[in-house]
Each structure stands twice: as structure tokens, then as C-alpha cells.
């Protein structure tokens, strides 16, 4: 079992991201790790115990971390998910209980205490927690297998400003930190997570599973597609984060190249930006495995076939 970290900020993406890993049985969850991001930490972390709860799985580790990217105020991503981040369900306030330590000590901690390159994080939000974690322990990043994040964008320009992707523009220091730290990483950008839509006839398959999760997962895609199906003119929204998670399953779903990638942090008009040397101009070391393509339908299966198993 491929033992794995989920660095989030939940979000409706984030949503079906982490119910993929609870349904797959390949991974052992070690624990979800939460940041401030699309919403402030303590919906982050309510949210991250909610979606535990629909999944039956209340006895998986939930930590709180970081409520401020690193050097910036918070910019969150409520015109896209709502004032909780995870509108469109109203699904019960959780009974779990969240672990006491900080996200960032259970990051550190649990790579000291693993074997080389047992653990994979998995980040679906802004990076703070992992650069924190990274930048108070610098040993962890000889522990970690690799990072696989949903963040950046190139060739699709950016989604919230017209260069930067939500999770770099909301902490490009972190990310900065992150992509350049020595430690694997794959990167899922916008370029591949656009091409993975939450279409009308998927959110139907969804809901026609009958089960807390299906009817849970079809109202929170039914409310994460209004504003980006109005947005893109596509048939349903982006879903951005199981990406991540469904790469890590099936890498051959996907396809991209090693190259650098840089993150701009002085320019107002293109702050966040993914600045990826596609072309290999520059002779700048490959810190990053850019995915550029998918296969959306095998996705998409995917998807419904493990959403499935769970109750
Ligand atoms: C990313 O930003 C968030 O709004 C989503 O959850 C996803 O992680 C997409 O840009
Ligand atoms: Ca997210």
C-alpha cells in the first residue's frame, strides 16, 4: 500500500479528491493535513472532516495547519465554492474529533518516522503547510517519494488572474519553496485539469449510484459547475484536484515532460505565474514533471467505479 499525505483545502474538488483515496484501496491515508485556501483553516478543516464523515471513515487523522499564506494576506476562493467551500450539500457538522498537533509537526514527524521514500504527499491547495514543514525540518526532503500538486498553469493561462492559478497566486512564495526544494514533483496544471469536466451526464452517473456519497458528491459538483460552466461556456466544471490522486493510481492516464518551472514573485500583473520551460529555452535544472495531457474519459471511469464502492 502506497502510504499517503493529503496537504488540502477544502473545496469541492478537494472533496472528490480525498474520497478517491479513502475508496482506493492501494492507499493508506496517513492523515489529511489542512491549509487555508479556498476558504479560511477552520472550514478547511470542518470540511475536511465532513467529507471523512460521508465517507464513513471517521477515524481518519485530520490536522489543522497554516490560517496565512507565508508572507501575504489570505485571498480565498469563495465566488467558486461558497461561504462554507463546500456549498451544494448540506451535509452534517462533524463529530470526528481533529488531532491536536499542528498539520506542519505531523508532516515532519511522519516522515522522520518513515523509511526513505514511503510517503507521498499529495497537495491539492496553496503549499504553506509542505514549505513550512520543509523550511523548519529540512531533513524531510530527502524522506519524501515525491509531491504531486494540482497548482500552476501555462498554455490555459491562469483562473484567477489572467497569469496565476488559485494555489500558486494564494501563497508563490510556498510554491517557490516547494517546486525548488530538491524533491520530486509533479505538477498537474490547469493545461491537464481543464480537460476533466464534472459534465451533466457524470454528475448523473453520480447521483444514480443512491448512496450518501453519490447523492453528497452529485450536490456539490451541481453547485461547483455553475460558476465555471458560465465561466469556461463548458459542459460542467474542472474537476481540478482528483487529478492528483487518480495520477497516482494511473500514471499512464496521463502524459507530460521533466522541465523547469519557475514562479514569479515580484510582479504585480503576473504574480503566481507558472513560468514552464516547455521548449527547454533556458538550461535551467528540470525540477518538474509538468503533466500536459489526459486521458479525461479513463478519469472519469475511474472515478465512478471507486465512488462507488464507498457507502
Ligand atoms: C485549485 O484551486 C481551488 O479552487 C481548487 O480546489 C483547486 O485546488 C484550482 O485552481
Ligand atoms: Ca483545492
Avoid at 469536466?197 to 444514480?208: G, N, Y
Wanted: aromatic letters at 6%; proline letters at 5%.
Amino acid at each position: 500500500m502506497r502510504k499517503i499525505i493529503i496537504d488540502t483545502d477544502p473545496g469541492q474538488d478537494d472533496a472528490v479528491a480525498i474520497l478517491l483515496a479513502l475508496a482506493s484501496p492501494e492507499l493508506d491515508v496517513l492523515g489529511i493535513t489542512c491549509t487555508a485556501g479556498n476558504v479560511e483553516l477552520e472550514l478547511t478543516i470542518v470540511n475536511a472532516c465532513k467529507i471523512c464523515e460521508l465517507a464513513d471513515r471517521p477515524e481518519t487523522l485530520v490536522f489543522g495547519g497554516e490560517a496565512k499564506p507565508i508572507l501575504r494576506p489570505l485571498v480565498t476562493a469563495k465566488h467558486v465554492h461558497g461561504k462554507t467551500g463546500l456549498d451544494g450539500t448540506d451535509l452534517p457538522y462533524p463529530k470526528m474529533r481533529i488531532s491536536k498537533d499542528h498539520a506542519v509537526d505531523f508532516i515532519i514527524d511522519a516522515l522522520l518516522a518513515s523509511k526513505n521514500k514511503e510517503i507521498t504527499l499529495c497537495a491539492l491547495g496553496p503549499l504553506t503547510n509542505i514549505a513550512v514543514a520543509m523550511t523548519k525540518e529540512p531533513k524531510i526532503k530527502s524522506k519524501i517519494d515525491r509531491i504531486i500538486l494540482m497548482g500552476g498553469g501555462f498554455f490555459e493561462g491562469g483562473n484567477i488572474t489572467p497569469a496565476a492559478e488559485f494555489n500558486i497566486f494564494v501563497d508563490p512564495e510556498a510554491a517557490s519553496i516547494v517546486i525548488n526544494s530538491g524533491v520530486k514533483i509533479v505538477m498537474m496544471p490547469l493545461d491537464v485539469t481543464h480537460k476533466v469536466l464534472a459534465t451533466k451526464s457524470f454528475i448523473e452517473e453520480v447521483s444514480s449510484m443512491g448512496t450518501n456519497v453519490g447523492n453528497g458528491v452529485a450536490g456539490l459538483l451541481n453547485f461547483f459547475g455553475r460558476y465555471d460552466s458560465k465561466k469556461y461556456g463548458s459542459d460542467g466544471a474542472p474537476l481540478h484536484d482528483p487529478n492528483v490522486i487518480a495520477f497516482l493510481l494511473e500514471p499512464d492516464y496521463y502524459s507530460g515532460k521533466e522541465i523547469n518551472v519557475d514562479i514569479e514573485l515580484k510582479s504585480d500583473l503576473t504574480l503566481g505565474m507558472t513560468v514552464a520551460d516547455w521548449w527547454e529555452i533556458t538550461d535551467k535544472p528540470k525540477n518538474v514533471y509538468f503533466v500536459r495531457n489526459v486521458n479525461a474519459g479513463l478519469v472519469l471511469e475511474m472515478l465512478i467505479t471507486r465512488l462507488r464502492t464507498l457507502p
